[in-house]
């Protein structure tokens, strides 16, 4: 059993199947093929059920991916850290849409003036996304909003950030205190579905047995303001995303009658990552970034 071996394994549980993996891997179909096969041989144990001429991963399939994978990273890091040893190093970053927009591009540019000799690649998408790439050591880290339950990926609450109501400036609700009643029925603008800022909402809005109609759903903040701003519907979003829209006037806040939307965000990275001085120090980097955002706000 080699390493060839398990990333063979590892390409066949990511596509599906034996001609995919092929595919992706640049090599002939049988010998992926014949590769599964010495890998059961190997173990004893069958890794895949072959129904229907399709693959469908066993248990004991399931435990050997999650071990196969951790020895990719581990191998991976090895060969990053040994062929870069006299280089100044690169990172590679990992955000959701709404730290993505609001607070890692500065804390980018704050870290490009400290420290110009590494390269930074930023990848920003939804936080279900950004872990599964965190787990196939994609990313070295990342910053996203929500907790995380994998017990490969480490975490550490990094800030608190609350959600606004916003509506249009002629809303009738812009400026006002609204019982939660008052929102039954509501047209509602949101983040895409996979978003925790919008499973946040809904659950408060489905708690209380709100009914509500989403009418518009975007990854991009630009677009919710936007919408909201030509009265389209009601929103509830991050304040970092809303604050210049609300001082421009352009949308006005509503407040819902005991009721504080918080979620916190964290730094994430795999359990099994190691974490070299840059970034370490970006991590310290944001962190310290943090309370300055903090201090300008209040």
């Given at each position: 059993?080699?390493?060839?071996?398990?990333?063979?394994?590892?390409?066949?549980?990511?596509?599906?199947?034996?001609?995919?993996?092929?595919?992706?891997?640049?090599?002939?179909?049988?010998?992926?093929?014949?590769?599964?096969?010495?890998?059961?041989?190997?173990?004893?144990?069958?890794?895949?059920?072959?129904?229907?001429?399709?693959?469908?991963?066993?248990?004991?399939?399931?435990?050997?991916?999650?071990?196969s994978r951790q020895i990719v990273i581990l191998?991976?890091?090895?060969?990053?850290?040994?062929?870069?040893?006299?280089?100044?190093?690169?990172?590679?970053?990992?955000?959701?849409?709404?730290?993505?927009?609001?607070?890692?591009?500065?804390?980018?540019?704050?870290?490009?003036?400290?420290?110009?000799?590494?390269?930074?690649?930023?990848?920003?998408?939804?936080?279900?996304?950004?872990?599964?790439?965190?787990?196939?050591?994609?990313?070295?880290?990342?910053?996203?909003e929500g907790p995380v339950f994998n017990h490969?990926?480490?975490?550490?609450?990094?800030?608190?950030?609350?959600?606004?109501?916003?509506?249009?400036?002629?809303?009738?609700?812009?400026?006002?205190?609204?019982?939660?009643?008052?929102?039954?029925?509501?047209?509602?603008?949101?983040?895409?579905?996979?978003?925790?800022?919008?499973?946040?909402?809904?659950?408060?809005?489905?708690?209380?047995?709100?009914?509500?109609?989403?009418?518009?759903?975007?990854?991009?903040?630009?677009?919710?303001?936007?919408?909201?701003?030509?009265?389209?519907?009601?929103?509830?979003?991050?304040?970092?995303?809303?604050?210049?829209?609300?001082?421009?006037?352009?949308?006005?806040?509503?407040?819902?009658?005991?009721?504080?939307?918080?979620?916190?965000?964290?730094?994430?990275?795999?359990?099994?990552?190691?974490?070299?001085?840059?970034?370490?120090?970006?991590?310290?980097?944001?962190?310290?970034?943090?309370?300055?955002?903090r201090e300008e706000n209040e």
């Amino acid at each position: 059993m080699t390493l060839r071996h398990i990333k063979i394994f590892i390409a066949v549980c990511d596509t599906g199947s034996t001609t995919a993996a092929a595919k992706e891997l640049y090599i002939a179909q049988p010998a992926v093929s014949f590769a599964i096969a010495e890998l059961e041989h190997y173990y004893g144990q069958k890794l895949f059920d072959r129904i229907s001429n399709r693959l469908r991963i066993t248990e004991a399939g399931r435990r050997f991916l999650e071990y196969s994978r951790q020895i990719v990273i581990l191998f991976d890091e090895m060969e990053f850290e040994i062929k870069n040893w006299d280089s100044l190093g690169s990172l590679r970053i990992g955000s959701n849409v709404t730290i993505g927009n609001n607070f890692l591009p500065q804390c980018v540019k704050a870290f490009h003036n400290s420290c110009p000799g590494i390269e930074i690649e930023v990848t920003v998408d939804n936080s279900a996304r950004i872990e599964q790439l965190i787990l196939n050591s994609k990313l070295d880290f990342a910053l996203i909003e929500g907790p995380v339950f994998n017990h490969f990926i480490k975490s550490e609450l990094f800030m608190d950030n609350s959600l606004v109501f916003i509506c249009a400036g002629e809303h009738p609700w812009a400026g006002s205190v609204i019982e939660m009643e008052q929102m039954d029925d509501c047209s509602f603008i949101m983040r895409e579905r996979d978003s925790f800022e919008r499973k946040l909402l809904t659950e408060l809005l489905q708690m209380n047995k709100i009914r509500f109609r989403t009418v518009w759903q975007s990854v991009s903040y630009q677009a919710i303001l936007k919408a909201v701003e030509k009265n389209l519907g009601i929103a509830a979003i991050s304040y970092q995303a809303a604050k210049e829209y609300l001082a421009a006037g352009k949308v006005a806040q509503f407040y819902v009658k005991g009721v504080e939307l918080k979620r916190e965000f964290y730094i994430i990275y795999h359990q099994n990552k190691f974490l070299n001085k840059p970034a370490k120090d970006f991590m310290a980097l944001c962190f310290k970034m943090k309370e300055l955002d903090r201090e300008e706000n209040e």
